[in-house]
Nanobody, 122 residues
């Protein structure tokens, strides 16, 4: 299984939006659990959203972020709206085999992308 590849990070002002993409080659994302995680400087990696048996969100992004799949493009997206300065972090896509009802735990995942930087500045 190859690593997923993230893209779409960048600089944005508070209240702005970004859409992150997680793409794969050599394997079909539709068959896997996909998670988005983030890590800010000096902080531990934390789960943001995941798609498995259902879609799940951390409380701090509920109502602002949306995870979705485009199976035709073999891509999973994280639409991020109403961004806040505290959303600044490196965002990672991760892939896990199986179906989970709790997929916001990093130890669930075996394959990780390199990350994409999201910076929300005022």
């Amino acid at each position: 299984q190859s690593q997923p590849v993230e893209s779409g990070g960048g600089l944005v002002q508070p209240g702005g939006s970004l859409r992150l993409s997680c793409a794969a080659s050599g394997f079909t994302l539709a068959y896997y659990t996909i998670g988005w995680f983030r890590q800010a400087p000096g902080k531990e990696r934390e789960g943001v959203s995941c798609s498995s048996a259902g879609t799940y969100y951390a409380d701090f992004v509920q109502g602002r972020f949306t995870i979705s799949r485009d199976n035709a493009k073999n891509t999973v997206y994280l639409q991020m709206n109403s961004l806040k300065t505290e959303d600044t972090a490196v965002y990672y896509c991760a892939v896990a085999q199986g179906t989970y009802y709790d997929c916001l735990t990093a130890s669930t995942y075996r394959s990780w992308g390199q990350g994409t930087q999201v910076t929300v500045y005022s």
